[in-house]
């Protein structure tokens, strides 16, 4: 090959190695790093601020050791176990807790000896049980099943409830025990001010190691899964393994020489503890072998929960619990200018491109770089990216539109100069959106003023005059047929042959005001507006709300990922559904839609994103989805994310009848009462407790379920007496129920007036009485009738005297009676008898007494009879 020709094919060769090799540092990323969740102090529940111990029990509550007392949490709520409670510690400076799997608790004090919790109750073992001390420092498990005490005065072994003790007499290398650690191959290990001692058939053993031996004071010792021998000191972290010793400082990322504590978690992950931070051990290959994960001062316990929480228990400053989030996130501490971010473009050469409230920034090779005046951009908020066929970056800010002069100019090993483009009919204006048509125009989308189109150097603007739906322009999208389509304030519109076609709320699409579009591989158009989530697909559109199981009606950007599920950011956070739901939603075969929801719970940043800009999210060559927050820039893997799905344990913790509290061991037999009762109950789901959700039910009382949503307490008044099982089940943060959840059988108890033999009484005397008065009425019956029968009899026995001879005087014509007096004899017929008398004269005695009167009724009487025979008609 000639030298001609062998310079062009290097050229070329290393070109490629370049660009293989930029592509290469491209795919780094920030991983996800552990997170402060939430810190507990005495304002809020904790009963002291020095946390000397951690541990959780098997019903799920988080029990915390601290200078002044014992206290179990629910991620809501401390309960606080004292020397004021009923059953009381003696002393409460707690600083060993150690779970067990029959749900007891030992309790190491500090100066009251060793304590054991069962179903609330204390028992307690002091130096008069056999303990070697009462300050107690710390306890261990060992595989055999011995409990083991690590005191200031030496160790005890308490197995089938008798002490085995341990001093300096008996070969320990100091009597002041500060650490002990049991593994699972059965050995017990002892760590002491002055060295690590080991127990090896029955007997203290002390440990000699290869330079560099510790020399300072130990104050942790810990065996891990591979068999590597770990020692906190004040002088750094010692590992001995393979017969080497390797002594790690702050040279190799410890936040601090002096090592407090060490904690394996569930993933075999070691964690160090310092006087000025969190750490972690990466790995010797790691480029730093120690990552410090937080700045946490003075942490004096570390512990784990079955969520896979890292807890921390800091002299002074409280409790913290820590997360491993989902998302990883650049700020200012990577090198942003600003945290709130509004857009991000990956520009396909290894580029990231990030505007943010105080300019542009972007980063490569996992360094940050920002641009400013020396670019010629402005110190504005950048709210606009886009990249065209040449590969120009177009910037849109808030104060214009600025192109790249040098489209060939890749960072970090230059950094591109920008021009304003402007001309009379585009002012200085806020540019909120930038899209390159598949006709190799540029639209700009602005705030205020418009649409405009640029090409071949030459600006054209629509606004409402031209049949915009609105002047404030918020996202762009083009179809397969290289329509565009506009997402505005005031709808959705449509540009075909230079004619807009506006689709408003009667045409379908989710309310008036369009955020995101997204326009999918199968040619479906996605619109996110403010009141729900839009789909148009065969002219037809198909709306999904919160009502349909939307996270959130109002969504600010769409991008989809590489297994088919739509993420979406919003003012709650971001979250995810997948397209195939929506599809068969929008056909009818489902009624609802389900969404996986994401939040600082999970690594976010800040739960509010960038609204009203583009692009607000992207999908990157790699897979990976990139968000902007007000917080930072998040980044997530969908392939590679995990859900919760521990299901919370559910505990009924209180219950009161007629305010009267229930023993819960059993059923609660309530006696007579009003029928009042309150349920208080919680779940031991400590991700995000403020997002568990419970539902109950009171059978016997309700049909259904009753979701109380987050509350954590179910109140019923007036219940009638009667056998009832109240059952709650809960979810945690990600959906996931425990159905079982916890129940209690109760019996509330009937008045006397309320029971059956009382209402059988009631009914037997009302019977009684019933049948009392029946034959009370039927005796009277009886009585009436055999008066009225006398009666009857009288009355037809003087009806038969009048029958018979009656005694009348010859001269005065009256009556003698039965007892001899007479009587006239119209008084005595009516006497006795229903005749009634009237008074006239028959004609004999008229003829007698008025012979005058009588001649006249006779003469009266002949000439009417004349007159009637004087009127009859002759033949």
Known sequence: MTRRLWYPVACALLSAASALAQTTVAQETL??????????????????????????????????????????????????????????LREIEIWALLAEDDGSLWVGTYGGGLARLVNGRFSVFTTKDGLVNNFVRNLARDASGALWIGTDAGLSRFEHGRFTNFTVEDGLSHKGVRSLHADPDGAVWIATKSGIDTVRAGRIVNLTFPEPRPTAVIDAVHRDRQGALWVGTQEGLFRFAGGRTTRYTMADGLSSNSVRTLFEDSRGRLWIATDDGLDRYAGPSSALPIVKEALLRDIRSLGEDREGSLWAGCEGRGLTRFYEGLFAVYTEANGLPSADVRTVLDDGRGNRWIGTAKGLSVLRAGTISSLGRPNGLPNAPVDALAEDREGNLWVGTEVGLFRSSDARCSPPSCLPHFLPLRNDTIPAMHVRVLRQDSAGALWVGTNLEGLARYQHGRFTTYTTKDGLSSDSIRAFAEDREGVLWIGTKGGLDRIEDGKFVAYGKRAGIPGDGVQALYMDPRGTLWIAGRYGLGRYKDARFTTYTAKDGLYDSHAYGIVEDDLGNLWMSCAKGIFRVSKKQLD??????????????????????????????????????????????????????????????????????????????????????????????????TALSFLAPEKVRFKYKLEGFDRDWVDAD???????????????????????????????????????????????????????????????TQRLRVRRGKLRELELSARVEQAV?????????LPICASCKKIRDDTGYWSQMETYIHDHSEAEFSHGICPDCSEKLYPGVAQKARDRKAAATLAKTSDTPSE
């Open 797 to 805: 026995a003087q009806v038969k005297v009048l029958s018979g001879l």
């Open 710 to 772: 987050t509350r954590r307490v179910a109140y019923y008044t007036n219940l009638p007496p009667a056998r009832y099982r109240f059952r709650v089940i809960a979810s945690n943060n990600d959906g996931v129920w425990n159905e079982t959840g916890a129940a209690v059988q109760l019996r509330l108890a009937p008045h006397i007036y309320q029971t059956y033999w009382f209402y059988g009484l009631c009914a037997l005397t009302l019977a009684f009485a019933g049948a009392a």
């Open 584 to 681: 068969d939603f929008a056909e009818g075969r489902i009624k609802s839609i389900t969404s996986v929801a994401y939040g600082r719970e999970h690594g976010l940043p800040s739960t509010m994103s960038a609204v009203g800009v583009h692009p607000a999210g992207i999908k990157s060559q790699r897979g990976r989805i990139w968000f902007a927050t007000r917080g930072g820039l998040a980044v997530v893997n969908p392939k590679t994310l995990s859900t919760n799905t521990v299901a919370p344990p559910v505990l009924l913790e209180q219950v009161h009848i007629d305010g009267r509290a229930f023993d819960l061991d059993g059923p609660a037999d309530a006696p007579p009462g009003d029928g009042d009762l309150v349920f208080r109950y």
């Open 31 to 88: 991983e996800p790093r552990w997170r402060e969740a939430d810190s507990w102090r005495q304002p809020q529940g904790l009963p002291q601020d020095t946390v000397f111990s951690i541990a959780q029990s098997r019903d799920g509550y988080m029990w915390v050791g601290t200078r002044g007392g014992l206290a179990r949490f629910d991620g809501v709520r401390f309960t606080t176990f004292d020397d004021r409670g009923k059953d009381p």
